[in-house]
T-cell receptor, first 116, second 110 residues
Framework: NAGVMQNPRHLVRRRGQEARLRCSPM?????VYWYRQLPEEGLKFMVY????????ESGMPKERFSAEFPKEGPSILRIQQVVRGDSAAYFC??????????????FGAGSRLTVL | GENVEQHPSTLSVQEGDSAVIKCTYS??????FPWYKQELGKRPQLIID?????GEKKDQRIAVTLNKTAKHFSLHITETQPEDSAVYFC?????????FGTGTSLTVIP
C-alpha cells in the first residue's frame, strides 16, 4: 500500500499563475481532506470530499480556490491567480470512511507551494 | 463548529523527564481524539488515539487521557528521548470532520 500520494512535492509559481496540487488517497479510502499549514503554524482545515462530492468546504476561501475528487483519478486542489500569501504546505489526508467508523486519518507528505 | 485549544505552544524537557500536552474542545458531539507527531519537514503521523467511550489509553511510553465531562484530553510522554522532539497536534473528530489544535513544539534536551 503506497499510502497517500501527493504531487508535486514542491511547486514554485509567480503571482497570478495557477497552482494545481494532486492527491491520491490510500487504497480503499474514499474520504479526502485538504489542510493548509503556514510556517510554524497548525493544520487549518480547507475542504472535505468524497468521490464526486464536496462534503464540507467551509475552510476554503470562496475566491480563487477550488477542489474536486472525480470518479476516476486523484483529488485536485486548484488555486487560481496565486498570491504570496498562498505560500504554504498543503497536506492531503484520507480515511476509509467517516469518523463514526474506522476513521484513522492518514496524511500525505504534503505539497509545498512557494509564490514568488 | 468545533474549537480545539492546545497548550503549551512550546515545551522543553530534559531527557528522561515526562512531557504533558493538554487540549480542550467545545463540541460535546466530538467522539474521536487522535494525536499526531510532525517532525520538521515531514508529514503528520498518528501516534495514538482515543474514543469517547474510553478514559485512558496507553502505548509504551505514550498515554492519552480523556475527560468527557470537562471536555479535555491530554498526551503524556514518559522517559522522553531526543527523538521525541517534534511538533505534536491534538485533534477532535465529530461527524465527518477533524479539527486540529495549533500544535506544541516539544524539545527534549539531551
Amino acid at each position: 500500500n503506497a499510502g497517500v500520494m501527493q504531487n508535486p512535492r514542491h511547486l514554485v509559481r509567480r503571482r497570478g499563475q495557477e497552482a494545481r496540487l494532486r492527491c491520491s488517497p490510500m487504497k480503499g479510502h474514499s474520504h479526502v481532506y485538504w489542510y493548509r499549514q503556514l510556517p510554524e503554524e497548525g493544520l487549518k482545515f480547507m475542504v472535505y470530499l468524497q468521490k464526486e462530492n464536496i462534503i464540507d468546504e467551509s475552510g476554503m476561501p470562496k475566491e480563487r480556490f477550488s477542489a474536486e475528487f472525480p470518479k476516476e483519478g486523484p483529488s485536485i486542489l486548484r488555486i487560481q491567480q496565486v498570491v504570496r500569501g498562498d505560500s504554504a504546505a498543503y497536506f492531503c489526508a484520507s480515511s476509509p470512511q467517516g469518523i463514526s467508523g474506522a476513521n484513522v486519518l492518514t496524511f500525505g507528505a504534503g505539497s509545498r507551494l512557494t509564490v514568488l | 463548529g468545533e474549537n480545539v485549544e492546545q497548550h503549551p505552544s512550546t515545551l522543553s524537557v530534559q531527557e528522561g523527564d515526562s512531557a504533558v500536552i493538554k487540549c480542550t474542545y467545545s463540541d460535546s458531539a466530538s467522539n474521536y481524539f487522535p494525536w499526531y507527531k510532525q517532525e520538521l519537514g515531514k508529514r503528520p503521523q498518528l501516534i495514538i488515539d482515543i474514543r469517547s467511550n474510553v478514559g485512558e489509553k496507553k502505548d509504551q511510553r505514550i498515554a492519552v487521557t480523556l475527560n468527557k465531562t470537562a471536555k479535555h484530553f491530554s498526551l503524556h510522554i514518559t522517559e522522553t528521548q531526543p527523538e521525541d522532539s517534534a511538533v505534536y497536534f491534538c485533534a477532535a473528530g465529530a461527524g465527518n470532520q477533524f479539527y486540529f489544535g495549533t500544535g506544541t513544539s516539544l524539545t527534549v534536551i539531551p
